[in-house]
Nanobody, 118 residues
Framework: QAQLVESGGGSVQPGGTLRLSCAASGIIFSMYDMAWYRQAPGKQRELVALISSRHRTNYADSVKGRFTISRDNGKNTVSLQMNSLAPEDTAVYYC????????????WGQGTQVTVSS
């Protein structure tokens, strides 16, 4: 049974930092592209950052230069370091695992709340 468990969310002031982590189990982690998505109230879920099975990264324009995604295949974890947080970063952040082919499996975590407010 595949499972993704996020941790590290919370409340922070503008300009602050948070680090999200996602622990995966029940999958061959190294074969999955891993990503972080977020969904703010009243908005659609959007891709924040992705790291492929080959460690290639891709970021939403809104977080480039502020967020860094990384993975540890030995520990089956993916992390998102978030610096210079702004109120518009407030959202529920979801971990995603997807096999990079059209019929591949995809899994989601339960989400973790990030709130940026003064």
């Amino acid at each position: 049974q595949a499972q993704l468990v996020e941790s590290g969310g919370g409340s922070v002031q503008p300009g602050g930092t948070l680090r999200l982590s996602c622990a995966a189990s029940g999958i061959i982690f190294s074969m999955y592209d891993m990503a972080w998505y977020r969904q703010a109230p009243g908005k659609q879920r959007e891709l924040v950052a992705l790291i492929s099975s080959r460690h290639r990264t891709n970021y939403a324009d809104s977080v480039k230069g502020r967020f860094t995604i990384s993975r540890d295949n030995g520990k089956n974890t993916v992390s998102l370091q978030m610096n210079s947080l702004a109120p518009e970063d407030t959202a529920v952040y979801y971990c995603n695992a997807r096999q990079p082919w059209s019929t591949g499996s995809e899994y989601w975590g339960q989400g973790t709340q990030v709130t940026v407010s003064s």
